[in-house]
């Protein structure tokens, strides 16, 4: 029939018709509407060979979010004597490839890049590559922004930024652009919880490249380079299972067979009249390598990652070798061979695992820490870069009340009096913060610079939209003043001012009450509520360790300190004006300070729940009560370092950015004695500990506060004596802890730590400290069979439980010499003024019984990332047009959440909907009051809008929860869960049960009251 038309119709006609024919038979087509139609998906994998040994050959490129470049150098392949490294021309050279054969595949990752590479195309090439996506021909992997570190980044941030790159994808290209498979192929270290929060965004599998070199040895000699993830103790399976696999060679080519512009191997020479003819070379080595490989897995089938950093800037290099590698290989059949060669991607590799239907072995602890050498541990990065940690920690935080007040002013917020406000900088600018060489401090100087500057773009734009929808709720315009530096008590707007407002707004579903500081030169005030009522206030000496850090930044010399109440997902307003005009004098009003002489008995402070005792010979804390539980510790808090090692006869490694590796195992403490002096007001107690001159503490018990802040100033730690040296603060107890610790996985559920072992194998301890370093995103504890000793920190941070009885976290690390991991240069920040990086952060300590302490911490923990934020403002306002009432307090909640259940996210998706995250943040038998499922009513949650219509969502929000599917396996632990998953479910779309460490995400469109 096709040989009849062709006879009758000629030229331009059989031309079109032979197009449509190839069209139809070697991808999908053009519906009515334009619209490309079918195809992607599983059902795009390229056919295998039943019998044969099926090696899927990946094209791909990694392409850090900034690294030893800025993210604009990488993009536009700037400053090659850096890097050669240039994004835009690696889509630029692989769309050409893949137009000219069906055959090839390419996979993509960091969508930061796409993303700006997509704005600046044509629309004839969008059209091209919305085709070669309809036809999984080019496949998105992963698909968030970036390729986000797992060790030192919060599950929220994680969250948000797989979402923003989700977005992206499915506003672009659709169905074909949601991503099945994540591929974490250059993290250091993988995360329980990240690969929890990968398989309740629908991902089927999880692949990557790194993990310890004694769990690969291990793994490939049990066959069990590929498994099935049980990433959740709380979560009812398969809903956080995820078939996991490790890449053979990391997420290089096998040896000798790169043929990238940026590698030096041998290219395919298939002329037979040359002497340097190879082919016979390439295929026996290459079927060779494939068999070898095949040892350590368990199906027909094995993948090899054709690729590398910033590979495919000249594509038919990669591809010109691949094509000549399948011809040969599969060519060698005819002779024998049971090797089968084709390009494939790692979804259709993952389908055809799952298509195998073995029984896979199941793992449910992490893969921390990772070790790719006997003294080589990663985890000097949980620490490196402390400043940056926390920053980005402040940043989500802003984030949130910035996509919060969007919603609740709705487009008030985006224009009014202050400019145009936009959330999406800082949602981009956080989404890179994300990476795998941002946030965990693995990055060139100038780099972190241009983080750091990215993120404050964000955070200008965003104070606009908060002034436009603060002036817009309250009803009030003022002149607000964002003081970002509170922490250092700078704000010089606000020192000299003899009237201002403080408004604090606070992002959890709960009301919070809170201790307000500011820098003020004043020594008498009135504050008053959002009521009129008189508020209690401190005014104390700002002490010289702040002047000191905060060097000419601030002038003020005190602070006005006092309580301030803020009601769930809302404001208030207080008022404070300068009840005395007499000149600034030293006599503190209202308090005492007083120098402690040792000879003395021991200092002592305390409130209503906790007493802290000092040693009156060393002046440090020697021990802690909880006296409404009749609880006493013996406690020793002190500061130590070590020396950072720089090679030794058993190996050359050095302590670096990635890598931590002291000289001794026994750290130098700070000082065996410190000068202390006391600060004592109504509302609070302190004790100043001078530790040296670049280490020092305050000791501060606020009124009716159930824990002990330690508010700690390190640096610049001085390398005068060329030595590195990584700063740490210790915790001595006589607690029989048996080795055993806890620490978070990225905020959320709590992981049981052992020193010296990991659950999976036998571990040879090379390194006593770096080897039982963990990751702490916000909590480290232990405890006996009565008392728990808990520690929150503001920041990510290295922490251990090096000898029993004893917790250290890592505050900041100074270093001289690189650890050979690619950076390539010292990790020696210069700070304010080029001397060395100061830090200043806080530890909250909580001493309770092993019962009540999850409720104290994790509610602590959420109420400190999530923290009230605080705007000034000059006390002169005036009514804002578009709202007739002023008001001085607000909330947009009905009935604040139970304490269990935490409003995640509450941002605005399009202009028609909005995106409701809610989680339950108790693990199943944590607490008796708290860990039970709790049904929350979403038709009567909001004060603020009316809620008209609900549809659940995957938590990456790409998908329908209704639609959502995911490969299903078999695993070697078929044990019943205890409860079903019927047990609790929603009556109505509108009356939402959560369980134990639940999210459950929904989109949502409303109408305002």
């Not at 896979?360 to 080589?376: E, I």
């Not at 804002?880 to 959440?897: C, M, Q, V």
């Amino acid at each position: 029939m096709i040989r009849e038309l062709m006879a009758v119709w000629d030229g331009a006609e059989r031309f079109q018709l032979l197009l449509s024919l190839c069209l139809f038979v070697l991808g999908p087509g053009v519906d009515g509407d334009g619209e490309l139609t079918g195809g992607c998906g599983y059902q795009a994998c390229p056919a295998v060979n039943p019998g044969m040994l099926n090696v899927h050959l990946v094209p791909h490129t990694h392409d850090d979010v900034g690294w030893l470049k800025t993210v604009d150098q990488y993009y536009y392949g700037g400053k090659t004597v850096i890097q050669r490294a240039g994004v835009q021309y690696i889509l630029d050279s692989v769309i050409p490839q893949l137009q000219a054969d069906p055959a090839k595949r390419f996979i993509y990752v960091e969508i930061a890049f796409f993303y700006r590479w997509w704005n600046q195309q044509t629309n004839s090439m969008k059209k091209v590559v919305k085709q070669l996506v309809s036809e999984g021909r080019l496949e998105f992997v992963n698909g968030g922004w970036c390729m986000n570190d797992e060790a030192t980044t919060h599950y929220s941030s994680i969250i948000d930024q797989m979402t923003l790159g989700f977005q992206f994808l499915n506003d672009t290209f659709g169905e074909c652009g949601r991503p099945r498979v994540a591929w974490h192929i250059d993290p250091f270290g993988h995360s329980r919880e990240q690969a929890s929060l990968f398989a309740q965004m629908g991902f089927d599998g999880l692949f990557f490249g790194r993990l310890d070199y004694q769990d690969k040895k291990n793994r490939e000699d049990l066959r069990e380079m590929e498994q099935v993830w049980r990433a959740s103790a709380n979560l009812l399976k398969p809903n956080a299972d995820l078939f996991t696999g490790v890449l053979p060679n990391g997420y290089n080519p096998p040896s000798l067979l790169c043929w990238d512009v940026l590698c030096f191997d041998e290219p395919i020479k298939d002329d037979k009249d040359l002497d340097e003819y190879n082919v016979d070379e390439i295929v026996s080595y290459f079927i060779k390598t494939a068999h070898q490989q095949s040892k350590h897995y368990r199906t027909e089938h094995i993948i090899m990652t054709m690729g590398s950093d910033f590979q495919y800037q000249n594509a038919n290099m990669w591809y010109k070798n691949l094509d000549k590698l399948i011809k040969y290989v599969n060519a060698a059949q005819s002779t024998g061979s049971r090797v089968n060669v084709l390009y494939s991607t790692p979804s259709c590799y993952l389908y055809e695992l799952n298509k195998a239907n073995l029984t896979w072995s199941v793992k449910s602890d992490d893969f921390f820490p990772y070790a790719d050498g006997p003294h080589q541990f990663w985890t000097g990065y949980f620490t490196s870069r402390p400043a940056l940690k926390r920053y980005e920690r402040l940043s989500n935080n802003f984030l949130q009340v910035c996509n919060q007040l969007e919603v609740l002013a709705a487009s008030d917020s985006r224009s009014g009096p202050y400019g145009v406000g936009d959330s999406s900088v800082l949602k981009k600018a956080m989404g890179v913060a994300q990476h795998h060489d941002a946030v965990s401090g693995t990055e060139k100087q100038h780099v972190a610079d241009d983080y750091a500057k990215k993120l404050a773009k964000g955070w200008d734009r965003c104070e606009v939209l908060v002034s436009n929808a603060l002036s817009s709720l309250s009803g009030m315009k003022q002149n607000f003043i964002f003081c970002n530096k509170l922490n250092i008590s700078v704000c010089p707007q606000v020192e000299e001012l003899k009237k201002f407002t403080v408004n604090l707004y606070n992002p959890l579903a709960r009301a919070v009450s809170m201790y307000v500081r500011v820098p003020v030169n004043g020594t008498s005030y009135d504050v008053s509520d959002p009521k009129g009522s008189l508020v209690p206030n401190q005014v104390v000496a700002v002490s010289d360790f702040t002047k000191a850090l905060r060097k000419d930044r601030g002038h003020s010399v005190n602070e006005l300190v006092f309580k301030a109440w803020v009601p769930a997902l809302g404001f208030s307003t207080y008022k404070v004006s300068r009840a005395s005009d007499s000149p600034v004098f030293s006599k503190l009003l209202r308090s005492e300070r007083k120098h402690h002489d040792r000879r003395k008995k021991g200092l002592t402070i305390e409130n209503e729940y906790i007493r802290v005792l000092f040693d009156a010979n060393t002046g440090l804390i020697s021990g802690i009560e909880n006296l409404h539980k009749n609880l006493s510790l013996s406690v020793t808090q002190s500061f130590h370092w070590y020396d950072a090692s720089t090679g030794n006869n058993e190996s050359s490694q050095a302590s670096g950015a990635y890598i931590f590796r002291p000289k001794q195992e026994y750290p130098f403490p700070m000082s065996k004695r410190v000068k202390t002096y006391t600060v004592q007001t109504d509302l609070f107690q302190e004790v100043y500990q001078n530790f040296s001159s670049w280490c020092s503490q305050v000791v501060r018990l606020y009124k009716n506060q159930k824990f002990v802040e330690l508010e700690w100033t390190v640096g610049p730690i001085p390398v005068a004596d060329t030595i590195g040296k990584e700063v740490i603060s210790r915790f001595d107890t006589p607690l029989k802890t048996a080795g055993i610790f806890y620490t978070d996985s990225n905020g959320r559920e709590i992981l049981t730590r052992r020193r010296d072992y990991r659950p999976t194998w036998q571990l040879q301890q090379t390194e006593p400290v770096a080897g039982n370093y963990y990751p702490v995103n916000s909590r480290i504890y232990m405890k006996d069979g009565k008392v728990q000793l808990t520690v929150l920190t503001d920041r990510s941070q290295g922490g251990s439980s090096v000898k029993d009885g004893s917790l250290e976290l890592m505050v900041h690390r100074r270093l001289l010499y690189d650890d050979n991991r690619g950076v390539g240069e010292a990790l020696s920040e210069p700070g304010y003024d080029g001397n060395g990086l100061i830090v200043r952060g806080k530890h909250l300590v909580f001493l309770d019984t092993v019962d009540a302490s999850a409720e104290l911490h994790r509610l602590q923990a959420q109420a400190e990332y999530m923290a009230p934020w605080i705007v000034m403002a000059e006390g002169t306002r005036t009514p804002y047009s578009t709202r007739p009432t002023h008001i001085s307090e607000f909330s947009a909640l009905k009935a604040e959440l139970p304490h269990n259940i935490h409003l995640l996210t509450l941002a605005q998706w399009d202009p028609q909907s909005i995106v409701i995250r809610l989680e339950h943040q108790f693990e199943k038998g944590e607490s008796s009051v708290y860990s039970k499922p709790v049904t929350v009513d979403l038709a009567n949650l909001f004060s603020a809008f009316e809620i008209t219509s609900v549809e659940e969502m995957s938590l990456g929000f790409n998908k329908r929860k209704e639609d959502l599917s995911r490969l299903t396996w078999k695993t070697m632990q078929e044990v019943e869960d205890t409860e079903s998953a019927s047990s609790h479910k929603d009556t109505s779309r509108l009356m939402v049960v959560l369980n134990p460490m639940e999210i459950r995400t929904f989109r949502v469109h409303i109408q305002y009251r």
